[in-house]
């Protein structure tokens, strides 16, 4: 496959949420962070630096997802939002909507949701529709 420089995901794991880990409360990070146990509450990046989340087979994220790059193998519920490059392998189950720029979607991926494209002018209003909820 050929994929633009920005489509590759990040090589390093600054972070990692472990397999026998639950985090109840909001999560924000810079650079690469993978998720194997439970999150209970948003995970974001800030917007100022574009990071990598990758949410293991077996990790579980319940509230909304907003990174430039998200690889997703296990499940999210709440609304999933990449700025950059979104990858649903063949385990991801998401419920809820997903709003990507450049979706890369595996047989046997779940989505119940609406997929929804984000072009230049469709991201900046997201943006600020993300910063008065939150």
């Keep these: 496959m050929f994929f633009k420089k920005s489509n590759r995901i990040q090589d390093s794991i600054d972070t990692l ?3 026998d ?4 409360g909001n999560v924000h990070f810079t650079g690469g962070l993978r998720v194997d146990g439970v ?3 948003n995970v974001t990046e800030p ?3 574009p990071s990598t989340l990758i949410l293991g087979e077996k990790g579980r994220i319940e509230g909304a997802v907003t990174a430039s790059k998200v690889v997703i193998i296990g499940n999210v519920v709440g609304p ?3 700025g950059i490059f979104i990858e649903l392998q063949a385990t991801a189950h998401i419920t809820g ?3 990507y720029k450049s979706l890369e979607m595996h047989t046997g991926a779940v989505i119940e949701g609406k997929l ?3 072009g230049d002018s469709a991201k900046a209003a997201l943006d600020n529709n993300l910063e008065t909820n939150l």
Excluded at 21 to 24: A, F, K, Q, S, V
């Design 39 to 41: 999150v209970r509450g």
């Design 17 to 19: 949420i472990g397999a």
């Design 21 to 24: 880990t639950r985090i109840e």
């Design 47 to 49: 917007n100022a630096s």
């Design 116 to 118: 929804v494209f984000l």
């Design 97 to 99: 909507d997903v709003y």
């Design 80 to 82: 999933v939002t990449s």
